[in-house]
Nanobody, 118 residues
């Protein structure tokens, strides 16, 4: 059973940086594509970034491209989201997700709140 636990959220000023972490359980972590999503109040959850199981390919939403970097350490069962040049519109609960059994992301963490003050 795959469990995901996010950490690293907090309050930061506009232009600041944060690094989110996601700890994953499961012996086959290195076979899962992993991603970060976020949800702001009153909005639907949206895709932020994805990293393939091997770590060799990454994909980003246009809104974060050039500012956020997703990475993973398969030896530690960890996924990270490094965020720079944060904007108030980045304020959201950030969720770690794993694509375990099918074409869609089907395992989710409980989220970590990022608040960017103006």
């Amino acid at each position: 059973q795959v469990q995901l636990v996010e950490s690293g959220g907090g309050l930061v000023q506009t232009g600041g940086s944060l690094r989110l972490s996601c700890a994953a359980s499961g012996r086959t972590f290195n076979s899962y594509n992993m991603a970060w999503f976020r949800q702001s109040p009153g909005k639907e959850r949206e895709f932020v970034a994805e990293i393939r199981w091997s770590g060799t390919s990454t994909y980003y939403a246009d809104s974060v491209k050039g500012r956020f970097t997703i990475s993973r350490d398969n030896t530690k069962n960890m996924v990270y989201l490094q965020m720079h040049s944060l904007k108030p519109e980045d304020t959201a609960v950030y969720y770690c997700a794993a694509k375990v059994t099918g074409p869609k992301y089907d395992r989710w963490g409980k989220g970590t709140l990022v608040t960017v003050s103006s």
